[in-house]
């Protein structure tokens, strides 16, 4: 595309500019949003979603992946509370384990369940099926 002699954009060069920014939107949101590096099989994604586009899916993904790092958070405020422990019991509640936390930390991002704590075993688990493997 070339500048016309006032340095302005022509009429062509701004529509063909417009028409891909479009279909790039169109790819990106709308019903042909099969560009996707995403797993459908893969236990990060909600299986119980409809989404289709690559919007959707990353949206899945990231609450999925959000679940798993609050676990990893959780053991690990267990872990560190059972070795400074003198007795070297488990935290009695999640609340003990991990402070200065917003009280829906302890939920799963997806369900909004609450995570499942075991005191005696010292073990927390999410309640959402496909998160049963984090």
Same mark, same amino acid.
């Given at each position: 595309?070339?500048? @016309?002699?006032?340095?302005?954009?022509?009429?062509?060069?701004?529509?063909?500019?417009?028409?891909?920014?479009?279909?790039?939107?169109?790819?990106?949101?709308?019903?042909?949003?099969?560009?996707?590096?995403?797993?459908?099989?893969?236990?990060?994604?909600?299986?119980?979603? @409809?989404?289709?586009?690559?919007?959707?899916?990353?949206?899945?993904?990231?609450?999925?992946?959000?679940?798993?790092?609050?676990?990893?958070?959780?053991?690990?405020?267990?872990?560190?509370?059972?070795?400074?422990? #003198?007795?070297?019991? @488990?935290?009695?509640?999640?609340?003990?384990?991990?402070?200065?936390?917003? #009280?829906?930390?302890?939920?799963?991002?997806?369900?909004?369940?609450?995570?499942?704590?075991?005191?005696?075993?010292?073990?927390?688990?999410? #309640?959402?099926?496909?998160?049963?493997?984090?």
């Amino acid at each position: 595309m070339r500048l @016309n002699n006032r340095g302005n954009w022509s009429l062509i060069g701004l529509l063909v500019v417009v028409a891909i920014i479009g279909v790039a939107i169109y790819f990106m949101f709308g019903k042909g949003g099969g560009l996707s590096s995403v797993k459908s099989n893969s236990g990060l994604v909600d299986q119980s979603s @409809n989404k289709q586009t690559v919007y959707g899916k990353a949206i899945d993904t990231a609450k999925g992946t959000d679940c798993r790092e609050r676990l990893n958070q959780i053991r690990l405020g267990i872990n560190t509370f059972k070795v400074s422990d #003198p007795n070297g019991a @488990n935290p009695p509640s999640l609340r003990d384990a991990v402070s200065n936390v917003a #009280p829906d930390y302890f939920k799963c991002p997806v369900s909004g369940q609450a995570y499942i704590y075991d005191p005696a075993a010292g073990t927390v688990r999410c #309640p959402y099926p496909s998160h049963a493997k984090f």
